[in-house]
Nanobody
C-alpha cells in the first residue's frame, strides 16, 4: 500500500512561484511513476506533470510547459512540483498520484488527498 500526502499549497499572487511536495510511504518508491494532477472548480481533473521512477522521463501538459518542473528525490521518497510564473488559471486543488508504470501517464491507483493552490490577480 502506498500513501501520499501533499503539502505546499496556499494563496499566492499572479507571477509568483510555489513548490508543492508529495511525501510517500511504502517501499520500492523508485518502482513507481508519479504524477501531479489538478482539478479546478467545475472542471475535470487534468494531468499536469509526471515523472518516471528514476526521474529519467517526464511529461508536462502544454499549459504548464516552461513554467512548471516536476522532480523527485527517491532517497527521501518525495516528489516535487516547482511552479513559476503562476497564473489565475493555475488555481486548483493539486493531487499527487503514484503507481507502477502503465501504458500512459494518466493512470494511477494511489492518490493523495490534495492541496489547494489559489492564484490571485
Amino acid at each position: 500500500q502506498v500513501q501520499l500526502v501533499e503539502s505546499g499549497g496556499g494563496l499566492v499572487q499572479a507571477g509568483d512561484s510555489l513548490r508543492l511536495s508529495c511525501a510517500t510511504s511504502g517501499r520500492r518508491f523508485i518502482n513507481y511513476n508519479m504524477g501531479w494532477f489538478r482539478q479546478a472548480p467545475g472542471k475535470e481533473r487534468e494531468l499536469v506533470a509526471a515523472i518516471s521512477g528514476n526521474g529519467g522521463q517526464t511529461f508536462y501538459a502544454d499549459s504548464v510547459k516552461g513554467r512548471f518542473t516536476v522532480s523527485r528525490n527517491n532517497a527521501v521518497r518525495r516528489m516535487y512540483l516547482q511552479m513559476n510564473s503562476l497564473r489565475a488559471e493555475d488555481t486548483a486543488v493539486y493531487y499527487c498520484a503514484a503507481d507502477r508504470p502503465k501504458e500512459c501517464w494518466e493512470e494511477y491507483n494511489y492518490w493523495g488527498q490534495g492541496t489547494q493552490e489559489t492564484v490571485s490577480t
